[in-house]
């Protein structure tokens, strides 16, 4: 058995999230490469998210964007993505951009966000679901299990206050790690928190 074959693609599983009314979902990806790339293969495996009055919504907004930001480079697949009902958020977009994206996730019209860790802290973004694609991370040049409170504060956006009942929380299996590992981490103790003041 190709242990690849046992990995779900995202496209895979937006499609079931779809089938089951769980999205929005945000993905955590903890790079942004990873979250440029994994938006762009989820746009092109034709996952149809949006319905035409959602596209023309999005459509429409992008134009008002654009007439309000003239000087913003927008580039054509940026687009294609949100009219797919998909977007990227991370620390390398534009402030102006980023608060657009936001605002298109909050209205429903991005159904999968592609999002690195530091959405998590801060961002008033809640899904209906979030899918956390690892529960390791790479520092430097060593892979680092996530802490207890890093994958809460990611698992905690699933759920939005006034319209949904429960959240949901998908962590995808990988060939490096097993269902014990995100099960470990979620069970363990909370570690404390250090004041800097």
């Not at 790339?37 to 429409?60: C, H, P, R």
């Not at 995808?172 to 250090?194: C, P, Q, W, Y």
Request: aromatic share 6%; hydrophobic share 45%; charged share 25%.
């Amino acid at each position: 058995v190709n242990p690849n074959a046992m990995i779900p693609k995202y496209a895979d599983i937006a499609e079931k999230l779809q089938k089951l009314k769980l999205l929005p979902a945000i993905i955590f990806i903890f790079s942004r490469v990873g979250c440029e790339d994994s938006a762009k293969g989820l746009m092109q495996s034709g996952l149809k998210l949006l319905n035409d009055n959602e596209i023309q919504y999005v459509t429409q907004a992008v134009i008002a964007f654009t007439k309000i930001n003239p000087e913003i480079p927008i580039n054509k697949q940026s687009i294609q993505m949100l009219r797919a009902g998909v977007g990227v958020h991370h620390a390398g977009l534009i402030p102006v951009w980023k608060a657009f994206i936001e605002d298109l996730f909050n209205a429903n019209k991005i159904k999968v966000l592609f999002a690195t860790e530091t959405l998590a802290a801060g961002v008033n973004m809640p899904a209906r679901t979030t899918v956390i694609s690892t529960v390791t991370k790479r520092v430097n040049s060593e892979i680092i299990r996530l802490k207890t409170s890093q994958l809460l504060q990611m698992a905690g956006r699933a759920g939005r206050r006034g319209k949904d009942d429960e959240g949901t929380v998908v962590i995808v299996k990988n060939r490096f790690e097993d269902s014990r590992m995100g099960h470990k981490i979620l069970t363990s103790a909370i570690d404390d928190i250090k004041s800097h003041f």
